[in-house]
């Protein structure tokens, strides 16, 4: 591994690496591996690439992303047609994206807290993202139900919320109550995850859900193409409710 560049910040110390075998870059903050892609900015994460299939599914036209690090979903979606606004309370995640991970210029960039823009903001979208860690976890006002309120007021009526969720094993129940959480908000709240597999990304979704299928590879990356087809064939739609509902 090589060391691109490390900057000290408020939220802990970004690093970027690159892998010399594969050229691919590495987005760590806080000891925590938050971005990874090819030379073009292609992610090289499974969930990454299972929320891309799914907004391209939902045919998403606006897409909001709360979290940006390495910026490579925003990356994939621009390459698609679709218009992404990104918003990361550390300014230099948009600086090293920009530098290292490709972000184009169209994506729209602003510093801001997750919570704190959704009240400020009047504009709707057709699917919200929410990948927002610092470090190992997500900030309590991130996962909130007054915080999953502010984002349904934001979705236009066919509009998608997609959350990322770290996931230890098969007995971490994180995902379990983020879709707990969810469904008081929302009517139709699904589960996507690779039961079985330690220490993994499921995606917890909400709003108008009910007809995606589990997604499959549409823009591969020039590493690791064929391991990433394998992680998103192991995933599936979990029954998340409890049996006697």
Not at 46 to 73: D, E
Not at 143 to 160: E, H, I, M, N
Request: charged share 20%.
């Amino acid at each position: 591994m090589i060391t691109l560049d490390s900057i000290e910040t408020e939220f802990g110390t970004i690093t970027i690496f690159k892998k010399k075998a594969t050229s691919s870059i590495t987005y760590e903050q806080g000891g925590c591996s938050q971005s990874e892609a090819d030379r073009n900015g292609i992610s090289l994460a499974s969930y990454v690439h299972a929320i891309f299939g799914l907004i391209i599914q939902a045919k998403a036209r606006k897409t909001l992303m709360i979290g940006c690090a390495g910026g490579t979903l925003a990356t994939m979606l621009v390459q698609a047609g679709i218009k992404v606004t990104t918003i990361d309370a550390n300014p230099f995640s948009f600086k090293l994206a920009k530098e290292y991970f490709c972000l184009p210029e169209k994506v729209e960039c602003l510093v801001a807290d997750g919570k704190s823009f959704l009240c400020s903001d009047t504009k709707y979208y057709d699917a919200i993202v929410i990948d927002a860690y610092h470090g190992d976890h997500v900030p309590a006002h991130l996962k909130s139900l007054a915080f999953y309120y502010l984002v349904a007021d934001r979705l236009s009526p066919k509009g998608s919320v997609f959350v990322n969720v770290h996931v230890d094993h098969d007995l971490d129940r994180h995902a379990v109550h983020t879709a707990e959480r969810l469904s008081n908000v929302f009517h139709d709240v699904r589960l996507l995850d690779a039961q079985g597999k330690i220490s993994r990304n499921a995606i917890v979704m909400a709003g108008a859900v009910s007809h995606l299928n589990v997604p499959r590879l549409i823009l591969a990356p020039s590493v690791d193409s064929h391991g990433i087809e394998s992680e998103l064939a192991a995933m599936e739609f979990c029954d998340w409710r409890p049996s006697f509902l």
